[in-house]
């Protein structure tokens, strides 16, 4: 099964929403639309459920042009960042409304809303209502729903944003068995570049209402095709520098100078090398090996891992490593890089070097 | 600023408590010093936020006393506890301006103009807000509505603690990070007691000197991110605090040993001890693959892009390993080996080894 | 915007556009039915005079003139506005009163509720005879207290004053419970963070309504204000059933007076000269309560 977006793209009040878009997000593995907020993530769930008017364009789900279809009739589901459950109506009903809706017999409902209240867990919590659950328990019980209704694309717009940081993990976990061998393609939006990671056997990055690279996960995170797509897959943000490029030597200003023979190849001249956070350690390692002075301004601590901001005369940038890294801050701190992990773009923001697996 | 202590806390939301279950909190002892930075960390439901209103007087505690400074507070009204409050959503009086908004705490306990301005623009100053001052708050982007939030606790100087309830709930994933620098940065300066609710390791972690964490209305361990990380005093913290957090696996302990999987494994020390049901915890960091040691079979291999997760099964416990460079083929064997100075066994989930030894 | 850039959306945008102005036409005859023609039919009345017949001549803009200058106009239009204002003066901040004391929850909030809304459940008609008879001097339960037990000279188809005074409680009691549900309605929706946060910040009750509760209620307010203007500015069924626009004409408002004029001297052309006069000013005046209290909220 697959959904097919042919230009589509959106318009309100003379302000483009969506760029003309075009995608095909097939079934056996999660879609997942990665952006920060206001990239258009939502926006384009909305459009291929039908909920918003589209300017242009058509839309194929499994090969029928269902762009004229209501949202009812294009037999989807869609579960939001925030949890919508009928507060009046007991978990099964909940689950079971869609059924209901569709005018399935008593026994086969019964069947379906058993089936996946057990994946979720919820079938001790079946007669309660919604505000007798917790958070988690709220938002698989609208998991549940998509489920049982067994429908062909269900889009999940950011559904563990509003849980906390440990359930989300668990659920993070549980979210792709739940779905496979249902045949139904799912759609995932998050704007966090380790879900997508984890989740996504295909990745769309947006940015201001354009999917600007879309592909296998781990090819468009080690390949991105642009700067934008680079710094849309990086958290903590990607470290952007400028260098000159002479012969086989790159140089960032001030900051560092180092050789580069892999990136020979391309012609002299000035252009922006990207490197991701954890390619920047505060130690130096047999692959990390360029030194750059640098003032740390800011730190933080994420449990397995300590980051550093740090400034240096011609950027700031991050650095990430494992453990507990000691640091103070305003200290003078070195560095180390690791040029083979550093992706060399043209000024306009285009691949030129770096990225291979 | 003022030293922090509870004494025989304990908070029930029930009129005539019963048993153990119906207790929010069930007994809290502690001490803070003046100026310190403190995190209180928990899942949701764990009595963080109840503590926090204990603490402001929002809530009066069913038993035992809280005192600043060594004088009893437990009886006084939130206003006359003299204490700053920084809610989940931004509060902001939307009439007034910026600067009106950063005022209204000293002009409500008649400090003169001058001294009022001279705070305000002090304070606006480390907020970066100088150049909104004269806007009208209600216009305000999230962040900057919740910087005002932050700016109206900590603009007087005679507050006893500053509490935050919370605070980044409500802002953007990728403007967080810059708030909670910014916060730990206002620490520095202003050097008041702040306490800091959250669910969130990260920041927690980053924020506080030292760290509370709680489960279930009880303190699990108290201490500095560092030994949080290095030596979870309860398997608890082990599985809250990174991630993914530690290994725990149930192990049998003969002889004056632990064995997991008909194997042997090397602890940090010595065995105390006592009775319970015996688990031993390593964190993912510190389980290596390799040729020797623990048999297993690769059953997962998640990669996060700056590492892979592999999780592996020993007979039917999962045991999971970070791994940077090459990763096993899921189904092959491979051989687990722990790093025994991070090995420890758990009795009942609290710490049963001796450390160093 | 994106003319150049996307033409291909351009045109699907056009032919959009044109189907949603299909869609409209409906509502646009309806419209038209409703109001259009009916206002084009007083319209054409206004300016010409008729003796019955279906025979009319041409007048021009005399009606007009008429009553602009006319005394009679002025007294109606004048105690329309007073009614109006003393109507506003009482019913909001009485409104706003009675919502604040109100409980936030627990078994009483459904309780107040309901008896909150009783008043507005009573048609128009049953409430001006209601207050008839329960002031009738002789068998009315207020006006025998007022007259027999508390020896107050109290007859409101004598006495002006005590007409105002009738007319003005009996609206007070039929529609200040409006006020009081949508105030209501805006303070449930304060999170309980703003009282705490205010009561950390040191503030007086003060302080708590003018910089909390009234911004947070001025939406519901606009609206509140509004409605009541609109509705007392066009009252009509209660003052008539109550008092007929008497004793005299001391309680003959707009709407009285115009129902007098076009119903009983059947004079078309003046009665329909008057409504759009009126009705031009019910608009200025609630576009300019609206504008007035928006006029913040876009910055």
Redesign the interface.
């Given at each position: 099964m697959t959904i097919a977006l042919h230009?589509i793209?959106k318009?309100v009040a003379?302000?483009?929403h969506i760029k003309?878009t075009s995608v095909v997000f097939e079934t056996g593995h999660f879609n997942v639309l990665l952006g920060?907020?206001g990239a258009g993530k939502t926006s384009l769930i909305k459009l291929m459920a039908g909920l918003d008017?589209m300017?242009?364009g058509t839309i194929e789900i499994d090969g029928q042009d269902v762009t004229k279809l209501t949202t009812q009739k294009r037999n989807i589901s869609l579960v939001h960042q925030f949890f919508v459950n009928y507060p009046h109506m007991t978990v099964f009903d909940n689950i079971a409304s869609p059924l209901k809706v569709a005018g399935m017999v008593k026994s086969e409902i019964q069947g379906r809303v058993e089936e996946a209240a057990d994946i979720l867990q919820l079938r001790p919590m079946l007669h309660r209502r919604p505000h007798e659950l917790?958070?988690g328990q709220q938002q698989r019980t609208a998991l549940a729903r998509a489920i049982a209704k067994e429908s062909r694309a269900v889009f999940l717009d950011e559904p563990l944003a509003n849980l906390?940081?440990?359930?989300r993990?668990e659920l993070r976990e549980q979210l792709p068995e739940l779905f496979a061998g249902r045949g139904a393609v799912v759609v995932y939006a998050t704007?966090?570049?380790?879900e997508a990671?984890?989740l996504g056997g295909a990745t769309a990055l947006m940015d201001d209402g354009n999917v600007v690279q879309f592909g296998p996960t781990?090819e468009i995170?080690r390949k991105p095709q642009t700067l934008m797509a680079a710094k849309v897959f990086s958290?903590?943000?990607i470290n952007v520098a400028k260098v000159t490029k002479q012969g086989s030597t790159l140089t960032m200003g001030q900051s560092a100078s180092w050789d580069a023979a892999k990136m020979k190849d391309a012609p002299d001249g000035t252009y922006h090398i990207a490197v991701?956070p954890?390619h920047v350690t505060p130690m130096p390692t047999p692959a990390n090996t360029v030194a750059l002075k640098g003032r740390v301004?800011?730190?933080?601590?994420?449990?397995?891992e300590s980051s550093a901001?740090f400034a240096m005369p011609d950027a700031d940038w991050v650095s990430?490593a494992?453990?507990?890294h000691?640091y103070e801050?305003g200290e003078d701190h070195p560095f180390y890089l690791d040029p083979s992990a550093c992706l060399l773009f043209s000024e306009d923001g285009h691949i030129i070097a770096g990225g291979a697996a | 600023m003022a030293k922090i202590t509870l004494s025989d806390l304990k908070h029930s939301y029930y009129p005539n408590p019963t048993g153990p279950e119906d207790y929010a909190l069930k007994e809290i002892d502690l001490e803070w010093s003046d100026g310190g930075a403190y995190a209180l960390l928990g899942p949701s439901g764990c009595g963080k936020s109840t503590l926090l209103n204990i603490i402001s007087g929002l809530l009066t505690p069913s038993n035992g006393r809280i005192l600043f400074d060594d004088k009893d507070v437990t009886d006084l009204a939130p206003n006359q506890r003299n204490i700053a409050q920084v809610f989940q959503f931004p509060v902001i009086y939307d009439t007034m301006s910026v600067y009106d908004n950063l005022a209204f705490p000293l002009r409500n306990r008649r400090v003169d103009e001058t001294a009022v301005n001279t705070r305000v623009m002090a304070i606006a100053e480390m907020l970066e807000v100088t150049d909104m001052i004269g806007q009208k708050a209600a216009g305000l982007s999230p962040d900057n509505k919740q910087k005002i939030s932050m700016g109206r606790g900590l603009v007087r100087d005679d507050v006893n603690v500053v509490m935050f309830d919370e605070p980044l709930t409500v802002i953007d994933p990728h403007l967080k990070w810059k708030l909670r620098s910014k916060l730990k940065e206002l620490h520095q300066k202003v050097r008041a007691t702040m306490i800091y609710v959250t669910h969130d390791q990260t920041e927690a972690l980053t924020f506080a000197d030292q760290v509370v964490v709680m489960q279930d209305g009880e303190i699990v361990q108290i201490g500095t991110p560092v030994e949080l990380f290095e030596r979870p005093a309860h398997t608890f913290v082990g599985h809250f605090i990174g991630s993914p957090g530690m290994n725990v696996l149930p192990c049998e302990v003969r002889d004056g040993g632990a064995f997991f999987g008909e194997k042997l494994i090397t602890l940090e020390g010595a065995i105390e001890q006592g009775s319970g049901a015996a688990e031993i915890g390593v964190r993912p960091e510190f389980v290596t693959l390799g040729d020797a040691g623990l048999p297993a079979v690769v059953h997962k291999v998640s990669d996060v892009g700056r590492h892979a997760v592999v999780e592996a099964k020993v007979g039917n416990t999962s045991v999971k390993a970070v791994v940077e460079g090459d990763v096993p083929a899921q189904g092959t064997t491979t051989h687990l080996s722990f790093d025994p100075t991070k090995t420890r066994l758990y009795r009942d989930g609290w710490i049963a080894t001796r450390a160093g030894t | 915007m994106g003319a150049g850039t996307h033409p291909a959306g351009d045109n699907t945008m056009k032919t959009q556009n044109q189907r949603a102005w299909f869609f409209v036409l409906p509502v646009l005859l309806l419209v038209a039915f409703n109001a259009l023609i009916p206002m084009m039919t007083v319209v054409n009345y206004s300016v010409q005079e008729t003796f019955g017949n279906n025979v009319f001549f041409w007048e021009g803009l005399r009606w007009f003139e008429q009553l602009l200058n006319s005394d009679r106009f002025h007294a109606a239009l004048g105690r329309q506005f007073l009614f109006t204002g003393i109507i506003l003066a009482i019913e909001i901040p009485l409104g706003i009163i009675i919502a604040l004391a109100m409980p936030r929850q627990g078994i009483w909030v459904p309780v107040c509720l309901v008896l909150m809304a009783l008043p507005m459940l009573i048609p128009w008609n049953v409430v001006g005879a209601m207050w008839n008879i329960f002031t009738l001097p002789d068998i009315g339960l207020l006006g025998y207290l007022m007259n027999h037990t508390l020896g107050i000279n109290y007859d409101m188809t004598q006495d002006p004053v005590a007409a105002w005074v009738t007319i003005v409680t009996m609206d007070v009691w039929h529609w200040t419970s409006l006020v009081v549900l949508l105030c209501y309605a805006g303070l449930v929706s304060i999170p309980d963070a703003y009282y705490q946060a205010a009561k950390i910040d040191g503030a007086s009750n003060w302080s708590v309504f003018r910089y909390i509760q009234l911004p947070k209620m001025k939406q519901v307010l606009t609206i509140a204000i509004l409605l009541r203007f609109m509705d007392s500015f066009n009252i009509y069924t209660e003052p008539f059933v109550l008092t007929g626009g008497g004793p005299g004409n001391s309680t003959t408002f707009l709407s009285i007076d115009l129902v007098k004029i076009a119903l009983g001297q059947f004079d078309l052309g003046p009665a329909a000269a008057m409504s759009l006069i009126y009705f031009a000013i019910t608009l200025l005046v609630s576009w300019l309560f609206y504008t007035l209290m928006t006029k913040d909220d876009g910055k």
């Open positions: 230009n793209s318009v003379g302000q483009t003309p920060e907020t008017p300017a242009t917790s958070g906390d940081y440990k359930l993990e704007s966090e570049p380790e990671l984890l781990a995170y958290d903590p943000p991701r954890h301004l800011v730190t933080e601590l994420s449990g397995s901001h990430l494992h453990g507990v000691p801050v | - | -």
